[in-house]
Structure formats: structure tokens, C-alpha cells
Nanobody, 123 residues
Framework: QVQLVESGGGLVQPGGSLRLSCAAS????????MSWYRQAPGKERELVVS????????NYTESVKGRFTISRDNAKNTVYLQLNILKPEDTAVYYC????????????????WGQGTQVTVSS
């Protein structure tokens, strides 16, 4: 059974930090391109950052550059998102997403989503 389980969200003051985790199971994690998205109340879900299957390439949305850091541990089937210098506008539900990027090991384009973890930045 495929699962993506996010954790690590919570309430933090502006300027604070959180570390989100997304634990994967039921598929070949190392063959998947991983991303973090977020959705704030009343807004569309937006891409925050992506990381290639081997972790060698990352791509951040402009608003989080220099503050957020994505990483992955393929031995632990987990992708992380370190959130630093948090701002109230970072408040959202954060989701991880997996997309197959290796046709030898999975169906290209097959996609999985986690259930999300709430991040609230407020004083």
C-alpha cells in the first residue's frame, strides 16, 4: 500500500523554525521526484520546492529561497523540509508529492500525495 505521511508541522512564532518530514512506503522512493506544496486558506495549492530522485537537483519558489531547505534520505525513504525564518504568510497546509521519474522502476508520471501537515506562523 502506497503511503506518504507528513509530520513536523505546528504553531511557531515569526522568525522560528520547523522541520517537516515525509515518510514514504509502498513504492520505490529512490525512483521518484519529490516535491513540497502548500495551500493556504482560500488559496490554490502552490509548489514550494522540488528535489530530484538522487537529491542532486533542487528548485525553490522565489518566496522561500534562502529560508527553506529540502533534502532526502533514500535509505530512509524520507524527504525533509527545513523551514527557517518563518513568516505569517508561510502559514498553510504542507503536502509532499511523489512523481515517478525512472521508467525502469515505475510508471512514468505516476503520482502520490500525502495528507498534509499544518504549519501556522503566528505570535
Amino acid at each position: 500500500q502506497v503511503q506518504l505521511v507528513e509530520s513536523g508541522g505546528g504553531l511557531v512564532q515569526p522568525g522560528g523554525s520547523l522541520r517537516l518530514s515525509c515518510a514514504a512506503s509502498g513504492f520505490t522512493f529512490s525512483s521518484y521526484f519529490m516535491s513540497w506544496y502548500r495551500q493556504a486558506p482560500g488559496k490554490e495549492r502552490e509548489l514550494v520546492v522540488s528535489i530530484s530522485s538522487a537529491g542532486s537537483n533542487t528548485n525553490y519558489t522565489e518566496s522561500v529561497k534562502g529560508r527553506f531547505t529540502i533534502s532526502r534520505d533514500n535509505a530512509k525513504n524520507t524527504v525533509y523540509l527545513q523551514l527557517n525564518i518563518l513568516k505569517p504568510e508561510d502559514t498553510a497546509v504542507y503536502y509532499c508529492k511523489a512523481v515517478c521519474s525512472d521508467a525502469r522502476r515505475c510508471l512514468l508520471g505516476s503520482t502520490y500525495w500525502g495528507q498534509g501537515t499544518q504549519v501556522t506562523v503566528s505570535s
